[in-house]
């Protein structure tokens, strides 16, 4: 998968526990008008029409040609072609998909890459989950070209594309696991980012007018501080639930199907 230039960046790895059903889990993510809804990454996923996605319960479907959108529905976006493919029944028990993307604009810090989707089924520990699946994804990706780019893409976009992939990965999670669709976990994370930027302004208010404006502004960011300490709502999506780091080699190579598609 490429990477960035000069010394080569870490490709992004995210890895959640999901207590439902491999069949289901399977069925929110292959199929576009249930990845669009659940993936932060992603405003529109459309697939051409001569590569419309097969049923879900094709062990092998053949590559498909798809395109994305990152944006208003009537603004300024993102855009860009893709091509993937998935394997439903291995060998192993395990199933998999892979993709290729590139942007159609200089503009998109994500200028092409690959990665992977791997879904292992393992026994759950819960008695009311009688089935667990472990979701993870590898992917990497060209970014800017240059020094600068090269810099940007280490210390801000990598960062935030890898936050808002587990992000999104958590908010897949609550849907799988307790129906709670994603439109409504958006509007739980907004509403608790909400509640704590209220609080921190309550303080600081109340301490200003007791002592003065500096002493509010130092105890509103200290709250504001102190409350990213707390754990979010059950019913919040939240990046710091997934895994970051391979586990293992296994996990973390890219499937052989990736290396049999061709670039978009």
Same mark, same amino acid.
């Given at each position: 998968?490429?990477?960035?230039?000069?010394?080569?960046?870490?490709? =992004?790895?995210? +890895?959640?526990?999901?207590?439902?059903?491999?069949?289901?889990?399977?069925?929110?993510?292959?199929?576009?008008?249930?990845?669009?809804?659940?993936?932060?990454?992603?405003?529109?996923?459309?697939?051409? +029409?001569?590569?419309?996605?097969?049923?879900?319960?094709?062990?092998?479907?053949?590559?498909?040609?798809?395109?994305?959108? &990152?944006?208003?529905?009537?603004?300024?976006?993102?855009?860009?072609?893709?091509?993937?493919?998935?394997?439903?029944?291995?060998?192993? /028990?395990?199933?998999?998909?892979?993709?290729?993307?590139?942007?159609?604009?200089?503009?998109?810090?994500?200028?092409?890459?690959?990665?992977?989707?791997?879904?292992?089924?393992?026994?759950? #520990?819960?008695?009311?989950?009688? +089935?667990?699946?472990?979701?993870?994804?590898?992917?990497?990706?060209?970014?800017?070209?240059?020094?600068?780019?090269?810099?940007?893409?280490?210390?801000?976009?990598?960062?935030? *594309?890898?936050?808002?992939?587990?992000?999104?990965?958590?908010?897949?999670?609550?849907?799988?696991?307790?129906?709670?669709?994603? +439109?409504?976990?958006?509007?739980?994370?907004?509403?608790?980012?909400?509640?704590?930027?209220?609080?921190?302004?309550?303080?600081?208010?109340?301490?200003?007018?007791?002592?003065?404006?500096?002493? /509010? *502004?130092?105890?509103?960011?200290?709250?504001?501080?102190?409350?990213? &300490?707390?754990?979010?709502?059950?019913?919040?999506?939240?990046?710091?639930?997934? =895994?970051?780091?391979?586990?293992?080699?296994?996990?973390?190579?890219?499937?052989?199907? &990736?290396?049999? #598609?061709?670039?978009?």
């Amino acid at each position: 998968m490429p990477g960035s230039t000069g010394r080569r960046a870490r490709p =992004i790895y995210v +890895e959640i526990q999901i207590g439902a059903a491999i069949d289901v889990v399977w069925e929110l993510t292959q199929r576009p008008q249930h990845h669009q809804r659940w993936d932060a990454r992603f405003s529109r996923i459309t697939y051409a +029409e001569a590569s419309a996605p097969p049923p879900a319960a094709t062990p092998s479907p053949p590559p498909t040609r798809f395109r994305y959108t &990152l944006g208003a529905r009537h603004g300024p976006a993102l855009t860009g072609t893709g091509v993937t493919t998935a394997e439903r029944c291995r060998p192993d /028990g395990t199933r998999i998909s892979a993709l290729r993307f590139s942007s159609d604009t200089r503009l998109s810090p994500l200028q092409d890459g690959a990665g992977y989707w791997r879904y292992l089924s393992v026994p759950s #520990l819960a008695a009311s989950t009688p +089935e667990t699946v472990r979701f993870v994804t590898g992917y990497d990706y060209r970014s800017w070209p240059g020094r600068l780019g090269d810099l940007l893409d280490r210390r801000l976009v990598r960062p935030i *594309v890898g936050w808002l992939t587990a992000w999104s990965f958590d908010r897949l999670r609550l849907w799988a696991e307790r129906g709670i669709t994603p +439109e409504q976990s958006r509007l739980n994370a907004f509403s608790e980012v909400l509640a704590r930027l209220v609080l921190a302004a309550a303080g600081a208010l109340i301490t200003a007018q007791a002592y003065g404006t500096a002493s /509010g *502004v130092a105890v509103g960011l200290t709250v504001l501080g102190l409350s990213t &300490l707390v754990p979010p709502s059950a019913v919040t999506p939240a990046a710091r639930r997934c =895994i970051r780091h391979p586990r293992d080699r296994h996990t973390a190579r890219a499937p052989k199907a &990736l290396s049999t #598609l061709e670039r978009p």
